[in-house]
């Protein structure tokens, strides 16, 4: 089984059905998926959408944002598997608002 790579974290600004926390990850043979509710009931929603143009934006690869310094132990580290470069993208990467 393929590990998805998470790409960016969405903090939702809807109260409705609560404020919820939600992932963009890529995955080889599906793409881009989303933790959030429409996703799953739809297989589209505004977060994959917004990753999806950034990419596109940037010749097809994801310019990942980061908002905290990092050093290159924790860079290192991040390569190491998709759950390492998970929690470096939780620590460091920017948290964009939806």
Known sequence: MVSPQTLQVFLSQSYNP????????????KGYVC???????TNKCKHVKYVSAK??????KYPLPISRP?????????NKSPEDFRK???LHGRIETC
């Open 18 to 29: 609560g404020p919820g926390i939600y992932e963009v990850s890529s995955v080889k043979s």
């Open 55 to 60: 990419a596109k934006e940037n010749g097809g």
């Open 70 to 78: 990092y050093t290159d132990v924790e860079l290192a580290q991040a």
């Open 35 to 41: 933790t959030c509710p429409g996703f799953a009931s």
């Open 88 to 90: 470096f993208i939780l």
